[in-house]
């Protein structure tokens, strides 16, 4: 394939899928992906072992994997699990432009965004619970601060940790009001609501 027949995704809500796809598989980040942790995300997928080798054919002509290309192996995925077949470069080509239903890759759950939403009677609770917890008036919440708030939730240090990564939007250590919301928001849904921690900041939580 050359680069004008690669897959981009159509929405924001499929965008947001499919990054979460590549994070999942690619949590630091490298340009290309390969090896035995990509072989068992794609496994998950519940697609036999050849069609997954067949697949990988049609993306790329080397061991690994770029975004784009990974992308557009997500949407063969698609296909199959919608019964489009034969799975050729022609019926992708034919296909492309229509709307699928995203894949599925078994326990990699991810939710749609518009369920992390803030609904507005929440997001002026969260803004009355900064105002509490910003005792020096600072328009800040510093990280050690924050630690004993977010704690109370009861979720593992690691998820917390995620957490503080996604909300800390703008990378300087301390929450701003809106990080705070957000960063509350997501331990609210995912310890009280069963919402999985995203992989990336949902799109409705960067557009409140």
Not at 129 to 146: H, K, M, R, V
Request: with cysteine; glycine share 6%.
């Amino acid at each position: 394939m050359n680069d004008q027949e690669y897959y981009r995704p159509q929405n924001v809500e499929e965008q947001y899928t499919y990054d979460s796809f590549w994070k999942a598989v690619n949590p630091i980040g490298q340009p290309l992906i390969e090896g035995q942790p990509v072989v068992e995300f794609l496994r998950k997928s519940g697609l036999e072992g050849g069609i997954l080798r067949q697949i990988w054919g049609l993306v790329s002509s080397a061991s690994t994997l770029n975004m784009t290309q990974f992308y557009t192996y997500m949407r063969f995925v698609s296909m199959f699990q919608c019964n489009i077949t034969p799975l050729t470069k022609e019926k992708y080509l034919e296909t492309r432009s229509s709307i699928l239903r995203v894949p599925q890759f078994g326990d990699i759950a991810i939710c749609e965004s518009s369920q992390y939403a803030i609904a507005p009677d929440l997001h002026m609770k969260y803004h009355e619970l900064f105002a509490g917890y910003d005792t020096d008036n600072n328009g800040y919440i510093q990280g050690s601060e924050a630690v004993p708030i977010l704690a109370k939730s009861g979720l593992d240090k690691a998820t917390l940790s995620h957490v503080w990564l996604l909300s800390d939007i703008d990378g300087d250590g301390r929450l701003s009001p809106k990080e705070f919301c957000i960063a509350f928001h997501l331990i609210l849904k995912i310890s009280k609501k069963q919402c999985p921690s995203p992989y990336i900041l949902p799109p409705s939580l960067k557009e409140f």
